[in-house]
């Protein structure tokens, strides 16, 4: 059976991507990083639920703790805010520097080693929080790197089949899957009940706003 190396965080479009890899007829290799991100231990909850339920026997966890002694992002240096006030224009301050590229790098050594096909990630494009490592050109970049880098047997194709989508769009292709989204972790700070407030949970909240139905993860504040 073909494999592919699906890169698993335990939020909605990571977890969005495993279940259009099983259907396209991968067996799945999952793959998540504790980076010291602020809900590294739900995100794992999430992980380990989300394989569960799809059934993954492979699963990676990959220590990252490298992203705490750069800092840079709110995400891993406590001592910078998660923003609350809305979205941010430009790059925000949740931004890991080059964080998918390292994903990227470290998934292909996984494909690699487990003779998988193809990776998936769940990067989008159009209605990100602006991340410029979210974008199509640097995946397509990236595929080229690691497949020139590699063996000259492993061919990978680096799959993101989220990447255009809106929010609104990754909840009814979630639901059309038959995806568990009362399983994945959004927050970037809250890992009893989701804030509501900071940029992820703003998007999420929105998407499922505009597809017409309600999220039932728990939150603080939905406002």
Known sequence: MKKAVVILSGGMD???????????G????????????????????????ICD??????RYVIDLPFFEQIGASALTDRSIEVPTGGIEEGVPVTYVPFRNGIFLSIAAAVAEKEG???????????????YPDCREDFIAAMQ????????EETHLAIKT???????????????EYEVPL???W???????????????CRLRLKGFEKAGLRDKIPYRKSK
């Open 14 to 24: 990571s977890t969005t991507a495993a279940y259009i890899a099983k259907s396209e």
């Open 26 to 49: 991968y067996e799945i290799v999952a793959l998540h990083f504790d980076y010291r991100q602020r809900t590294q231990k739900r995100e794992r909850q999430a992980f380990e639920a």
């Open 53 to 58: 339920a799809l059934g993954v026997a492979g």
């Open 116 to 130: 998988a096909e193809a990776l998936y990630i769940g990067v989008v494009e159009e209605d990100s929080s602006g």
């Open 144 to 151: 080229r790197a690691i497949n020139l880098g590699t063996k």
């Open 161 to 175: 089949p989220l990447v255009h989508l809106k929010k609104e769009d990754i909840v009814k292709t979630a639901v």
């Open 182 to 184: 009362e399983l994945t």
């Open 186 to 200: 959004s927050c970037y700070q809250n890992e009893e009940e989701a804030c509501g407030l900071c940029d992820s």
